[in-house]
């Protein structure tokens, strides 16, 4: 079993800049990727952003030069800066953690970005 604990999300301003920490705990072992989905009320969960163990990161087209995901495999932390905020970012984060058997996920941080 893998545990995540999220934090950093909040209130911000359209322009403003938060970062999503993600630290995973327990049996960490088979990492093979870590990264972010978001709901948005009333859509789907969408994948934001990801890191593989290896260090490639992919991102949603839609905060493509404004959000870097990065990692500390040492630490099995994954952080997500998130610049040039937009009031559609808005949502819960969601950090999750793929091992070779399963995917494990946070309890989620709101994300809210006012206009």
């Known amino acids: 079993q893998v545990q995540l604990v999220e934090s950093g999300g909040g209130l911000v301003q359209t322009g403003g800049s938060l970062r999503l920490s993600c630290a995973a705990s327990?049996?960490?072992?088979?990492?093979?990727?870590m990264g972010w989905y978001r709901q948005a009320p009333g859509k789907q969960r969408e994948l934001v952003a990801a890191?593989?163990?290896?260090?490639?990161?992919n991102y949603v087209d839609s905060v493509k030069g404004r959000f870097t995901i990065s990692g500390d495999n040492a630490k099995n932390i994954v952080y997500l800066q998130m610049n040039s905020l937009k009031p559609e970012d808005t949502a819960v984060y969601y950090c999750?953690?793929?091992?070779?058997?399963?995917?494990?996920w946070g309890q989620g941080t709101q994300v809210t970005v006012s206009s």
């Open positions: 999750y953690y793929d091992s070779l058997r399963s995917r494990y």
């Open positions: 327990g049996s960490t072992f088979s990492k093979l990727a």
């Open positions: 890191v593989s163990s290896g260090g490639t990161t």
